[in-house]
T-cell receptor, first 113, second 109 residues
Framework: DGGITQSPKYLFRKEGQNVTLSCEQN?????MYWYRQDPGQGLRLIYY???????QKGDIAEGYSVSREKKESFPLTVTSAQKNPTAFYLC????????????FGPGTRLTVT | RKEVEQDPGPFNVPEGATVAFNCTYS??????FFWYRQDCRKEPKLLMS???SGNEDGRFTAQLNRASQYISLLIRDSKLSDSATYLC??????????FGKGTLLTVNP
C-alpha cells in the first residue's frame, strides 16, 4: 500500500527536551511538508522540501529543524526553543509541481509538559 | 482580506439536506484550489480539486470564480458520514498551500 506514515501517533515529552517526529512516504513524491494544527486553527506550514538535501522554512519555522537525506524521509525535530510545542503535527507529500495536491500522513499528537 | 477565509460555521443540517460552503482567497495569482475534509482528530483528506469550469463528483459540486476570488462546495443529499470539517485550500508560490480554518458540518438523523 502506498502512503505516508508518521510515528508515533501520540508522544509525550518533558519541557526542555528535543523530540524528533518521523515521516516516511513510498509514493515517490519529490516534495514533503510539515504542518502544525492547533485547536480551532488552520494548518500552518513549518518546513518544506522540494528535493533531497534541500528544504525551506515555512511560516512558523522557529524552534524546529528538519533534514531530507532521503527522498522517502523528512523527519522533524521540535527543539526546546519552540515555545508552544504541544500540537497536532501533520506531514504531507506531493509531486514536484506546486499545482499538485498534497497527501497527508495520520499525524502525531505531541504533548509537552 | 485574510489569505483564505471560510464560512465560520458550524452547520447543522438534517440528512438529505443540501448544504453549501463558501470560501474567498486574497492572492489573485493562485493557480490551484482544493477542498479537503478532516474528521475529528484525523488528518485532512483530499475531497476534490476545483477547476475553472467547475466540477462534480457524485453528490459534491465545486465551483471557482476567479474574478471574485471565490470557491464553493455544494453537498447534495447529505449523509451522516458527511459530518466533518471542510477545508478550503489554495496554492500560492513555492509549493505552499494555504488552508482556511475550516467549516464544521454536522449531519443529523
Amino acid at each position: 500500500d502506498g502512503g505516508i506514515t508518521q510515528s508515533p501517533k501520540y508522544l509525550f515529552r518533558k519541557e526542555g527536551q528535543n523530540v524528533t517526529l518521523s515521516c516516511e512516504q513510498n509514493l515517490n513524491h519529490d516534495a514533503m511538508y510539515w504542518y502544525r494544527q492547533d485547536p480551532g486553527q488552520g494548518l500552518r506550514l513549518i518546513y518544506y522540501s522540494q528535493i533531497v538535501n534541500d528544504f525551506q522554512k515555512g511560516d512558523i519555522a522557529e524552534g524546529y529543524s528538519v533534514s531530507r537525506e532521503k527522498k522517502e524521509s523528512f523527519p522533524l525535530t521540535v527543539t526546546s526553543a519552540q515555545k508552544n510545542p504541544t500540537a497536532f503535527y501533520l506531514c504531507a507529500s506531493s509531486r514536484s509541481n506546486s499545482n499538485y495536491e498534497q497527501y497527508f500522513g495520520p499525524g502525531t499528537r505531541l504533548t509537552v509538559t | 482580506r485574510k489569505e483564505v477565509e471560510q464560512d465560520p460555521g458550524p452547520f447543522n443540517v438534517p440528512e438529505g439536506a443540501t448544504v453549501a460552503f463558501n470560501c474567498t482567497y486574497s492572492n489573485s495569482a493562485s493557480q490551484s484550489f482544493f477542498w479537503y475534509r478532516q474528521d475529528c482528530r484525523k488528518e485532512p483528506k483530499l475531497l476534490m480539486s476545483v477547476y475553472s469550469s467547475g466540477n462534480e463528483d457524485g453528490r459534491f459540486t465545486a465551483q471557482l470564480n476567479r474574478a471574485s476570488q471565490y470557491i464553493s462546495l455544494l453537498i447534495r443529499d447529505s449523509k451522516l458520514s458527511d459530518s466533518a470539517t471542510y477545508l478550503c485550500v489554495v496554492t500560492g508560490s513555492n509549493y505552499k498551500l494555504t488552508f482556511g480554518k475550516g467549516t464544521l458540518l454536522t449531519v443529523n438523523p
